[in-house]
């Protein structure tokens, strides 16, 4: 099976939402964060860095419960016409 290639906006989306996680991770390590979600540290350094900018509905699920976030918050912070560092700000003041 032939993946389709992302779209700039999808790849953008994706980097907004590791920026996200990253700055929600804050002190945290990657490591610690990564087991309370249950997914590989390795997955987490994708999914931060934008090289994985389409991680499973579950991996969102259990990042979002490690991290305390709601889904809604972080669904707003990644849409496209909130992007950039307002969407950030309000996700982590929520």
């Known amino acids: ?7 700039p906006e999808e790849r953008a989306r994706g ?3 590791g920026a996200l ?4 991770r804050g002190d945290r ?4 964060v990564a087991a309370a979600a249950g997914v590989s540290a390795e997955t987490l350094r ?6 994985a900018p389409t991680p499973a509905f579950f991996t969102v699920v259990a990042l979002a419960a ?29």
């Open 15 to 17: 980097e907004r939402f």
């Open 46 to 51: 994708k999914i931060e860095t934008g090289r």
């Open 1 to 7: 099976m032939v993946r389709t290639p992302l779209t």
């Open 21 to 24: 996680l990253r700055a929600a």
């Open 29 to 32: 390590s990657m490591v610690d």
């Open 66 to 94: 490690a991290l305390g976030m709601s889904l809604d918050v972080l669904a707003a912070a990644c849409a496209p016409d909130e992007g950039g560092a307002d969407g950030q700000e309000q996700a982590l003041s929520a």
